[in-house]
């Protein structure tokens, strides 16, 4: 039951394996990017998508494969979440919008802090057919003081499929920033021995609104890095 509780909640994520190299595809953080600039470099046929997958689904062996990940600073990914969930009305902005109160600090607030409002959630969820997958993700939240963001990004990486990983973004995992994307891109395509790759100058599916930090005040702003502090040192001290 745990594992296709796993595979509901994992949407919009995938695992891109090529060769002997696995990208995890985090929501909003470039993924079709990604894709379309390996195809621009003719490695479409290198490229394999499993679609809901994550490193337990796939029984990633760290000493023979090697997986790398896009991560997002929480304030920037937090907006970008915000406006994709609510213009496209997904079925996780449906809970984590609260119902009446869609403002962007309430829904962060929901996005952070579980435990308040899983009892609300329980109430008026516990009909759905992926209810079971939304307890497991609530109750994962509050057991691990995890944000969404963190959450899907702990999820997405555990090498066991009954268990977060108790070492987030585990060591074999190399980490790139989204803010040097370009950067990155190129690195990664260079291991295939492409001395001049070719590069999107856009990106793929952006979001369309103003400056993240315009969306945050002083309580926010902290909420956010009390959160997710321990993302914020992932990417001081690990991103390429």
Known sequence: MLVISLRIIILLSEMIKIKNKVMLHLPKSAGNYV?????MNNL????????HASLADINFNPSAEHSFIILRNPLDWYVSWYHYSRKHQTSWWKIFSGGTDSTFKNV???????SERQEMWEKEYSTSHAWEGGRFVFKEM??????????RVQQLTSLDENKLENNLLSEWITVYDYRKLNMAIEQILHEFEISSPKIIDQKVNPSQHNNYMSYYD???????KNKDAWMFDVL????L
């Open 142 to 151: 509050a057991d691990n003081f995890l944000s969404w963001y963190g959450f």
């Open 108 to 114: 962060l607030r929901n996005l952070l802090f579980v």
């Open 44 to 51: 479409a046929s290198e490229l394999a998508v499993r679609p």
């Open 218 to 224: 002083n309580e926010t702003l902290e909420w956010v």
């Open 236 to 239: 001081a001290e690990r991103s």
């Open 35 to 39: 894709k379309q600039c390996f195809q």
